[in-house]
Nanobody, 120 residues
Framework: HVQLVESGGGLVQAGGSLRLSCAAS????????MGWFRQAPGKQRELVAG???????RYADSVKGRFTISRDNAKNTVYLQMNSLGPEDTAVYYC??????????????WGQGTQVTVSS
């Protein structure tokens, strides 16, 4: 059973930056593609960034050029550096393993997420 613990969210002004972290328990972390998702009020959860076990990355068009996903397999941790934040980025952010490197769906049970609020 893998547990996911997200952290690093908070309140930031538009144009600011945040770095999210996600620590995963379990020995399966290093072989799985991982992703950061977000869910804004009244909207479906969406994948914003993914990274393969080998470090290849992909991003939703809405965050491309502003967000950077990375991982440290030795620490079972995946990160999301978010720059040039805007109010449209306000959401609860979650990490999860991906069903496959090309999938937009989470594999494991969801963690509690971390709230990101961007004020204009």
């Amino acid at each position: 059973h893998v547990q996911l613990v997200e952290s690093g969210g908070g309140l930031v002004q538009a144009g600011g930056s945040l770095r999210l972290s996600c620590a995963a328990s379990g020995r399966m972390f290093s072989i799985n593609a991982m992703g950061w998702f977000r869910q804004a009020p009244g909207k479906q959860r969406e994948l914003v960034a993914g990274i393969t076990s080998g470090g290849r990355t992909r991003y939703a068009d809405s965050v491309k050029g502003r967000f950077t996903i990375s991982r440290d397999n030795a620490k079972n941790t995946v990160y999301l550096q978010m720059n040039s934040l805007g109010p449209e980025d306000t959401a609860v952010y979650y990490c999860n393993a991906l069903l496959s490197s090309s999938s937009d769906y989470g594999l494991w049970s969801w963690g509690q997420g971390t709230q990101v609020t961007v004020s204009s």
